[in-house]
């Protein structure tokens, strides 16, 4: 019986189905048994996706006659997964912020950063040269185009200033105690004795303050000193002398990174304020999650009208 052209057109059309169908079927099955079959070659394939995206990036922004830029590390760990890190020194954070997830799909990449409540979606190009995306943090969006940390552009970024101080000895700053202690030590000694003035410098960021207080009957007064400045005005009669200070007492305060120690001390021996005998430093610390710093110190010389009250005895 001859079909009419209405039933030959349905028939072609579920065959062209079906066989497009059969295609697909073919292509799945293929990719399952290779995965089934050859592992390290899908692996291989995951892993070629990863590879263009591992290293360092950045991302720049004008902001008036300055740049702000924004530091991108993708790396992956010995069990192959991936991980990572930002900062951007321009602003002052030099450390590593953790990026909390890193997802690659085909030509896409996915960081989440945990940390900032922000995250980062962005597609690579032809090249692998630049990821073209999106900054989305707090409801808002900024568009961020990444291309690869050279060491030109690493060189060009801005260094933590206290990484040109003295390095220093890690016992000294594990705490707030100790970076206190350290601070006693570097300045006692025999006359003629130098001092070690890169372990004191060791002991300072670079913009901290060194305050001495005074009072000539009504009037206040005061000076401050720089690490260098102290060093230079003040270092040269410590070295001539004998000199001792001793911590009698402290009180440590603590919250995250910042710290407060009260250290009342004695000193015998000084060569700038011979008027007295004891007094408290106010340290105010800093941890930046390797070790302390101090931020500034401030010291207040007994005296008559203003004796050291018992619970810092």
Partial sequence: MLLSKSSFIKNHRFKGVASLWHIVLAVFMAGFMLSIVNPGAVQAQRKSEHEKFLGGWIETKKSGPSEKRVVFKIMKTEDGSLTGYTNSPDRGFFGEIPISKVSIRGDSLFLDIEKLNTRFRGQINGSNSKIKGQWLSGGRSADYTLVRLTKARKESLPKPPEAKRPQANPEDVRSPEAIVKAFHETLS???????????????FLPDARIVATSRAGDAPGRQAWTANEYIK????????????????????????????????????????????QRGLNSYQLWYDGKRWWIYSMLWHGEREDAPIPQKYL
């Avoid at 003040?234 to 004998?242: A, H, Q, R, S, W």
């Avoid at 000199?243 to 000084?270: C, N, P, W």
């Fill in 233 to 276: 005005e003040i270092g040269k009669e410590l070295d001539d002398v004998k000199f001792q200070i001793k911590q009698l007492d402290s009180k440590k305060e603590r919250f995250g990174d910042i710290a407060h120690v009260f250290s009342t001390f004695k000193e015998t021996g000084t060569p700038i304020a011979k008027e007295f």
């Fill in 189 to 203: 000694g025999e006359k003629g004795e130098k001092r070690d003035w890169d372990r004191f410098r060791s002991l």
